[in-house]
């Protein structure tokens, strides 16, 4: 055997980065997360300990002042504070769901605006594609822009949109030309700051769980901002909004394989200690059944969300279905591995004082959020029929 045959392996940096955020999450993170979904509050103490660690938007370029980690970097890191906390890992993660845009689009000024701030840690970026009547049908969308002189004018409103009122920019998709003969060729993207006239927040949705992320629809009236603040030309901006989930759905793969993973070690170590008939209920073979198939879900997950990773990271052509297939399989593996757990705690597992049952609470939104997993199998089927 050659132990130096290093194809189809982590390189030596990602391991070392999964041990560096495993242990801050652990230390920082984990003693906080059933205080943080009991209170329904923004984790600030885990926003607190990745800043300082630079893991929360370590995918952006140095170039912008940032880490520069690549695609399967970020994913490890989201994966690992997902493990302990799903609230605490959608702030990686929604920090480069709402820069992608920008980094695909934007002009080099406009991302030297935003870029440096949100790598510094002073900023957070939201992504606000979704409306009422526009979720899976999101060229269906009602939120306009018009040009005025140097400036463009949104009016409109977005719905679902994620740690909304702790973030400083907005990333919106709006319409700019309703008469377009493709409704998505009237769309464009905009980068929206918290500070502009005629931009408001609305109330928190009450969630089953990532309650520690806020979650709120964001009004636009007379939304008055620079004409510099387009990301690319009028009328791309539903392409680049679609390009960038190719580029983002790993990652909510990631946060489902790292809350699975949590899952999983709690109800292993759970197991091991509770006795039955005189005996740890891990020595009976249908528990150990259930530990086996769950574990090796997880691997399968896993795999998948790192080689879509990969593939984004070499910018392939054809991210549509892996990236889609790695969301997909991924949360369905979570929401079976969680609701196992959960049954493995057996009465335990249905009380709030083990983590078993947050983390099936948390795992149901990743088969939602990014495109449903409904939406996600159509994508596939037509980029398989596409040939």
């Given amino acids: 055997m050659n132990r130096g045959f290093d194809t ?10 999964r041990a560096a955020v495993r242990s801050l999450s652990e230390k920082e993170i984990a003693p906080h997360a059933a205080e943080v979904d009991e209170q329904s509050r923004f984790p600030i ?9 630079g893991f929360h938007a370590a995918h952006i370029p140095e170039d912008y002042a940032g880490e520069g980690a690549d695609s399967i970097a ?4 989201i994966e690992e504070v997902a493990r302990v906390c799903a609230s605490s890992s959608l702030i990686p993660a929604v920090n480069k769901l709402g820069t992608m845009p920008i980094l695909l689009g934007a002009s080099d000024e406009l991302k030297r605006t935003v870029l440096p701030s949100v790598a510094n840690g002073e900023a957070m970026v939201s992504y606000a594609l979704s409306e009422r009547e526009a979720g899976s049908d999101t060229a269906s969308m ?3 822009a018009r040009l005025d002189g140097d400036h463009w004018v949104l009016n409109g409103t977005k719905c679902w949109i994620t740690n909304a009122g702790e973030s400083s920019w907005y990333t919106v998709m709006a319409v700019t030309d309703p008469d377009a003969a493709r409704k998505a060729d009237g769309i464009s993207a905009f ?40 990301i690319g030309e009028p009328g791309t901006g539903l392409r680049t909004a679609l390009r960038a989930l190719d580029h983002t759905r790993p990652t909510i ?10 899952a999983l070690d709690a109800a292993v170590a759970y197991v091991r200690e509770r006795r039955q008939f005189g005996r740890p209920v891990s020595d009976f073979q249908g528990v150990q059944f259930m530990l086996a198939d769950m574990a090796m879900s997880i691997e399968a997950a896993r795999h998948m969300v790192y080689v879509a990773a990969a593939r984004a990271e070499r910018g392939e052509d054809d991210l549509v279905f892996v990236s889609a297939a790695a969301k997909c399989f991924a949360s369905d593996v979570a929401m079976r591995v969680t609701t196992d757990a959960v049954q493995l705690f057996g009465g335990a597992g249905y009380t709030t004082d083990f983590p078993v049952e947050r983390m099936m609470r948390d795992a149901k939104i990743t088969q ?3 495109g ?16």
Avoid: W
């Fill in 191 to 230: 980068l929206v700051h918290a500070d502009d006239p005629g931009f408001e927040v609305g109330a928190k949705e009450r969630k089953l769980g990532i309650k520690g992320s806020p979650t709120c629809e964001i009004h636009f009236s007379d939304c008055a901002i620079p004409e510099n603040r387009i």
């Fill in 368 to 370: 939602i959020y990014e």
């Fill in 45 to 53: 103490e885990a926003k607190k300990a990745l800043v300082k660690a």
């Fill in 372 to 387: 449903t997993n409904q939406i996600q199998r159509m994508v596939m089927a037509k980029s398989l029929l596409r040939g």
């Fill in 8 to 17: 189809y392996q982590l390189a030596e940096e990602h391991e070392a980065l």
């Fill in 74 to 77: 970020t994913c490890i890191v």
């Fill in 142 to 144: 009602r939120t306009r």
């Fill in 253 to 262: 793969g990631a946060q489902a394989v790292g809350i699975a993973q949590g």
